[in-house]
């Protein structure tokens, strides 16, 4: 099928363009650039010898949406990966977090909708879930906006809202939520990974600039949780495996409204990740421990079982896999993508 991926430079668009590409799938990318670089289009050919298409402008306007769609439509489906998606930075800019996350979703659907698209895929989070007690995360484990603690993960759980009831009045069209946990890692070819602008809000990211040398030390965000070594608790998932999550969910789409919870099940502490990563670069590296960041849980954790039992999909790749693969990219890009 042929696939509009909004956000499609970024991050998990980017290797998501790689496994619909090796799928056999046709994708065009909408991306405004703002946390990406146009080299990311490049460098897709590089890996799967296929042309690819970027278009460059905002998913939360509804003429660039248009536009997409009249110079490289008809789309099948949507992915929509267009949101800023940094709790903390969400506590700060909530007025930033609730237009951008809304208002691509908006855009996306009206165009989408209006051009006969079957199929919308929605990056959602783990985070949505607001109850610790239900720990491992199941699709129905609960979800109050009340109880959320940050502007994203609320964003999101709008969306998932939103996105039901447009299904219901819209019974022909396929919604899958996929509820992301903690993506990591890098394209083993080391010509895509993940670059935020900046000083990254994400651990791995940083990890891997302080392991370069371009950050003085790791920043450790409490180590007083309820934990066993006291360090947060997440589900790290390889960003190949959930770029394959993605491809599973659109080939097995049908008419309705489905949620798939994408992570390995596994939990990593924060200390944990760090000691992986300097497994792969063969040396201690410097770190202190600072405050809670605001909105930060003690843990978050799936079972993954039902994207198992209905898409075929199973995470492959463990934290040693995935701290590795960051830092053969981060030694190939000490730039990122700017050098």
Known sequence: MRVLLAGGAGYIGAHTAVALLEAGHEVVLLDNLDNTSDVVAERLQQITGTPVTLVVGDAADDEVVEGAFAAHGPFEAIIHFAAHKAVGESTQKPLQYYANNLDST???????????????????????????????????????????????SKSKLINEVILADVQRVNPE?????????????????????????????????????????????????????DTPDGTGLRDYIHVVDL???????????????????????????????????????????????APRRPGDLA?????????????????????????????????????????
């Open 299 to 339: 843990a978050t954790y799936c079972d993954p079982s039902q994207a198992e039992r209905e898409l075929g999909w199973k995470a492959r790749f463990g934290i040693d896999d995935m701290t590795t693969s960051v830092w053969a990219w981060q030694q190939k890009n000490p730039r990122g993508y700017a050098g």
């Open 106 to 152: 908006f855009a996306l659907l009206r165009v989408g909708l209006a051009h006969g698209i079957r199929s919308f895929v929605f990056s959602s989070t783990g985070t949505v879930y607001s109850n610790p007690a239900d720990l491992p995360f199941a699709e129905s484990a609960t979800r109050d906006l009340v109880e959320l603690s940050n502007p994203y």
């Open 243 to 289: 770029a394959e999550g993605h491809v599973a969910a659109l080939e097995k789409a049908e008419p309705g409204l489905k949620s798939y919870n994408l992570g390995t099940g596994r939990p990593v502490s924060v200390l944990e990740l760090i000691a992986s990563f300097e497994k792969a670069v063969g040396r201690e590296l410097p770190k202190v421990v």
């Open 173 to 225: 069209l396929n919604v899958t939520l996929l509820r992301y946990f903690n993506p990591v890692g890098a394209h083993e070819s080391g010509l895509i990974g993940e670059d935020p602008q900046g000083i990254p809000n994400n651990l791995m990211p940083f990890v891997a600039r302080v392991a370069v040398g371009s950050l003085p030390e790791i920043n450790v965000f409490g180590d007083d949780y």
